[in-house]
Every structure is written in C-alpha cells, then in structure tokens.
Nanobody, 121 residues
Framework: QVQLVESGGGLVQAGGSLRLSCAAS????????MGWLRQAPGLQRELVAG???????YYANSVKGRFTLSRDDAKNTMDLQMNDLKPEDTAVYYC???????????????WGKGTLVTVSP
C-alpha cells in the first residue's frame, strides 16, 4: 500500500512563512497529480494548490503569489512553500495524490492525515 505523510505545520504569526512537505511511501506505484487541500473549522475542504505529473500548477486565487508548489518525482515528495501567511490561512492541510498501484488499471486517491497550520494575527 501507499502512505502519504505530511510534515511542516505549526504556529506562525501573520506575515510569516511555513513549508509543508508530503512524502509518499510504499512500493510499486506511480503518482499522477498531487495537491494540497485545506479545511478550516466549519468550512468545506478546498483545493489550495495542485501540480500535474508534467509539472503544471494550479493555485486558488486566495493563495496566488504567496504559495509555491513543487514536487520531486525521484523522491515522491511534494512541498508547499507558504509565504506572507494570513490568519485566514489557518486550517488543517491535507496532502492528496492520485496514484496508480502496480497491477491496477485505475488511479486511486490517497490522502494524508493532515497537518495543522495556525496563523496568529
């Protein structure tokens, strides 16, 4: 099986920076698209940023110009650099990856357990 493990969350003051990392572990798999989603209390989970297998990126309007997403296919990792953080960025951030397991005919969604980002005013 494949596991996604997030790291890098924490508490930061407004205007500060954090870097989230997601690492996929397991064997005999290939990753298609990856992304970060977040969920704030009382709100629906929303897509923050995504990156295709070819490296094309998508950013939610609320984070454009502040967040940068990258991936390292050799290491099966994905990083989200978050700058100029705002209190409204406070949420649990989840790593998501669309993965094809060896021997399978279809891609599957895998999720990390989430990492909390708290931005104080």
């Amino acid at each position: 099986q494949v596991q996604l493990v997030e790291s890098g969350g924490g508490l930061v003051q407004a205007g500060g920076s954090l870097r989230l990392s997601c690492a996929a572990s397991g064997s005999n798999f290939s990753i298609n698209g990856m992304g970060w989603l977040r969920q704030a209390p009382g709100l629906q989970r929303e897509l923050v940023a995504g990156i295709s297998s070819g490296g094309s990126t998508y950013y939610a309007n609320s984070v454009k110009g502040r967040f940068t997403l990258s991936r390292d296919d050799a290491k099966n990792t994905m990083d989200l650099q978050m700058n100029d953080l705002k209190p409204e960025d406070t949420a649990v951030y989840y790593c998501n990856a669309v993965i094809l397991l060896s021997g399978s005919r279809s891609y599957m969604d895998f999720w990390g357990k989430g990492t909390l980002v708290t931005v104080s005013p």
